[in-house]
């Protein structure tokens, strides 16, 4: 890619999902994240910001299946 200004690395992506650098290669590994746009230096992906801005993790969202249990009900197995 031209313009290398315009790309996160690990440490990037970290900050921006407020998680460690090591916690960011361990999602990367299990295909948590979205496919590097750049992957031209061996061990060293890359992405565009915009790759997360569109991004959305998995796992993220509003249990609703929890919400509605009162603590009179009994819980099911």
Sequence with gaps: MA???QLWGYT???AHLGISVGATRSRK???ALPA???ESV???PRWK???FTK???RGQGYRSDLA???TTEPPTA
Excluded: E, I, N
């Design 55 to 57: 991004w959305k993790p």
């Design 42 to 44: 061996p061990d060293r």
């Design 29 to 31: 590994s299990r295909g």
């Design 36 to 38: 590097p746009d750049d």
């Design 49 to 51: 910001p915009s790759t």
């Design 12 to 14: 990037d992506v970290a």
């Design 3 to 5: 313009d290398d200004q």
């Design 68 to 70: 509605a249990r009162t």
